[in-house]
C-alpha cells in the first residue's frame, strides 16, 4: 500500500476492524512514519440479465423480491422467508462464476423455492414467469403440482 504523504511502497498495518462490510485498515508508513486508513472491499462481479428478448440488464435483487412479493400477496409466507429466497439465489447466480445469467435460470431457480414454501404463490409466479395466457396452462401446472404432492 501506498503511503499517500511520501508515496513509499513500505507500510504496516497497525489496526484491523471490520466496518459496514468492509475491512478497516490503520497503516503507517515506514518511511516517514505517517499514519493513514484504508478500506478493503470484497468485489462482487457486476452480474447481467439475459431476458427473453435478447436484451441485457444489470441484476437486481430488489426486482426479484418484489416479483416474488407480487406472488405471495395475502398468502402465508413472511418477509424472512422471500430474504432467503433472494439470498439463495444471488449466491448460486455468485457461485456460478458467471456474468451473464439467462433470465430463465434465475425464474426456474425462485420456482422450485417457492414450490416447497406456498403452491399458490408457486403458481401465480409461474403464471407471469412463464406468460401464461390461456386456462390450459393453469390448468397443466395445477395438474402436474397435484402430481407431484401425490407422490
Known sequence: MKCPYCNSGNSKVIDSRSSDGKKRR???CTVCHKRFTTYETIETP???VKKRDGTYQL????????GIFS?????P???AQVEQIADSVESALANNMKNIVPSKVIGEMILEKLKGI???AYIRFASVYEDFTDIKSFISIITELE?????
Open 147 to 151: 402430481e407431484e404432492t401425490k407422490q
Open 59 to 66: 441484476f437486481d435483487r430488489n426486482k426479484l423480491i418484489k
Open 46 to 48: 457486476l452480474l447481467t
Open 71 to 75: 406472488a405471495i400477496k395475502k398468502r
Open 118 to 120: 406456498d403452491p399458490i
Open 26 to 28: 490503520r497503516r503507517e
Open 77 to 79: 409466507v413472511t418477509t
